[in-house]
């Protein structure tokens, strides 16, 4: 029996390693059919099912291979970046070729975030995408063939429906760190029509006009959406008592759809929470101005 271990190539956070496997060479002669590949199996797998990792790999049980062809197979799946590192082990006998795969899976998988893609809703996108790429549960590696693999599903996906959508991904930072990846449709404008805010009870009806027309007849991206709850509309609720306001996910209406240009109505729902109000305010370690002069001084 004739035994090989190989180290694949695999992406890392921060860049790619590509390491150079000692390849053991033999002699030994072998049956025509020792080279059927009889047996796939993978160890060291925690977040990945060995049935998706083996629905990823190139290779299949009764295909004839030889010792390139594990090693190509094993270096694609490390190229997709949602593994450290893969190694491999095969045996040959007479019987046939058994494969056991051994991966060290990347513990620094991102959230993929999808800006525009109205078409489906994040959980539909996520199931869609990972019945065609079985490593994709909705995180993805800053770098890796996946992220060509998702932008490619998601497109194949909205070109199904008449849409001919190109799908870009970008890396999205806060604080200067790499939060998440954000695939987004980038030859398609998708405009607001309609904004509407729901749940509201405690602000003026003309304040609300005032954020809903800010929004309407703009190009729709949920990244700007959250900017705008952030900077502008959560303010709002803290500045009149409403601390721990909860602003929903928005509900998209696509109201016209052409392959060029794409309307929508946003619904976002708000849950205003409890009012809180200043019942007392108590000053310490002031000597030179008074409690009543300093309460002068707030608001």
Not at 78 to 101: C, D, H, M, N
Not at 191 to 200: A, K, Q, S
Not at 220 to 239: G, K, V
Request: hydrophobic content about 40%.
């Amino acid at each position: 029996m004739l035994r090989g271990l190989f180290l694949s190539c695999a992406f890392f956070l921060l860049g790619s390693s590509v390491l150079h496997p000692q390849v053991q060479s033999s002699t030994t002669a072998k049956r025509v059919d020792a080279n059927t590949l009889i047996s796939i199996h993978v160890v060291g797998a925690q977040r990945f099912s060995e049935q998706d990792i083996l629905r990823s790999f190139a290779l299949r049980v009764g295909q004839e291979v030889g010792e390139e062809d594990l090693k190509q197979a094993s270096d694609q799946l490390g190229a997709t970046g949602v593994f450290k590192r893969v190694l491999y082990s095969y045996s040959f006998s007479p019987q046939g070729t058994k494969l056991e795969l051994q991966v060290e899976e990347n513990d620094k998988l991102l959230p993929a975030r999808f800006d525009n893609i109205v078409w489906f809703s994040d959980n539909e996108l996520i199931q869609q995408i990972h019945q065609r790429v079985p490593l994709f549960d909705g995180l993805v590696p800053v770098a890796g063939s996946i992220l060509d693999s998702v932008s490619k599903t998601i497109q194949d996906l909205l070109q199904a429906r008449g849409i001919p959508a190109q799908i870009r991904h970008l890396e999205s930072a806060h604080a200067n760190q790499v939060d998440a990846v954000v695939f987004s449709v980038e030859n398609i404008p998708i405009h607001i029509r309609r904004f509407e805010l729901t749940g509201v009870s405690n602000v003026p009806a003309p304040v609300l006009q005032t954020f809903c027309t800010k929004l309407e007849g703009t190009d729709y991206y949920r990244s700007r959406l959250s900017s705008f709850e952030d900077l502008s509309l959560a303010p709002e609720f803290h500045s009149r008592g409403f601390l721990k306001v909860f602003i929903g996910q928005p509900k998209i209406a696509i109201v016209a759809d052409t392959p060029t240009n794409t309307l929508i109505d946003v619904v976002l729902p708000i849950v205003e929470g409890a009012q809180y109000r200043l019942a007392s305010l108590q000053w310490v370690g002031n000597k030179s101005f008074s409690a009543d002069q300093l309460n002068t001084l707030t608001h």
